[in-house]
C-alpha cells in the first residue's frame, strides 16, 4: 500500500502502556513504518548497535548538528544528549518510508509547536491507572519505590492525553493495533472523511494480505 503523504507519526504512552508490541504488530501489517533512531552521546549498552538503536556520537559533533539547525528536536538527559535528526526522517520519507517518533510528552508539547512540523500525534493509554500497575508487576521488574515513581509518572503523562490528536487505549492489543494502523492509513494514504466507514475492510484486507 502506497502512502502519499509523508506525514511524522508521533507517539507517547507511559511506561508499560505497550506500544512497542502495537508498532511492532503495526510493521508486519505495514513494512514501510520505520522507527526514528535518535542521536546519543552516551556509551552503547551491551548488546546496542550503531544505527540501530542509537546512532552514537561525541558531545562535540552532537553540538555541530545543533548549531547547524539539523536535529528537530534535543534533550539533555543526565549529562547526555539524545536528539532527533531531520535528515533521517526527511530520507526515510523520501524513501516511502512512514517515520514514527516515540518522544515523551514534553518533547511532543516542544514539537507541536514547530509551524511547518507535518505531523499527527498519538498517545497510548493504558485502560487504567491500576491495571498499568498489574502489568508493571507481572513484568517483575519494579521494587515498591521505582513502580511508584512509574505510576506517578504515567499519571502526569495522561494529563496530557487531550493534546494529542488521537488517544488510543491499549485494553485488548489487536483493538489497539487496528486503531493505529487506522490512524496511519486515513492520516498518510489520503482517504477523505467519507471513507472512514472503510477503514475496518481495508486493514482487514491488508491483515489478510500479511497472513498470505
Not at 153 to 160: D, I, L, R, T, V
Not at 196 to 211: C, F, G, R, W
Request: aromatic fraction near 10%.
Amino acid at each position: 500500500m502506497e502512502f502519499p503523504k509523508s506525514k511524522l507519526i508521533v507517539i507517547s504512552a507511559p511506561s508499560g502502556s505497550g506500544k512497542t508490541s502495537i508498532f511492532k504488530k503495526a510493521k508486519a501489517v505495514l513494512p514501510n513504518l520505520v522507527f526514528s533512531i535518535s542521536y546519543t552521546t552516551r556509551q552503547p549498552r551491551a548488546g546496542e548497535i550503531n544505527g540501530v538503536d542509537y546512532f552514537f556520537t561525541d558531545e562535540h559533533q552532537f553540538r555541530k548538528m545543533i548549531d547547524g539547525d539539523q536535529l528537530l528536536e534535543w534533550a539533555e538527559v543526565y549529562g547526555n544528549f539524545y536528539g532527533t535528526s531531520k535528515e533521517f526522517i526527511e530520507r526515510s520519507q523520501r524513501e516511502g518510508k512512514i517515520v514514527v517518533l516515540d518522544i515523551d510528552v514534553q518533547g511532543a508539547m516542544q514539537l507541536k509547536q514547530l509551524p511547518d512540523l507535518d505531523a499527527i500525534f498519538v498517545f497510548f493509554m493504558p485502560p487504567s491507572l491500576e491495571e498499568l500497575s498489574k502489568r508493571l508487576v507481572l513484568r517483575g521488574t519494579e521494587d515498591d519505590a521505582s513502580l511508584r515513581k512509574r505510576i506517578d509518572n504515567a499519571e502526569h503523562e495522561m494529563s496530557f492525553k487531550d493534546e494529542y490528536d488521537y488517544q488510543i487505549v491499549n485494553d485488548q492489543l489487536e483493538d489497539a493495533v487496528d486503531a493505529f494502523l487506522k490512524v496511519i492509513i486515513y492520516e498518510c494514504h489520503g482517504l477523505k472523511s467519507d471513507e472512514k466507514n472503510d477503514m475496518d475492510d481495508i486493514v482487514n484486507s491488508l491483515k489478510k494480505a500479511q497472513i498470505r
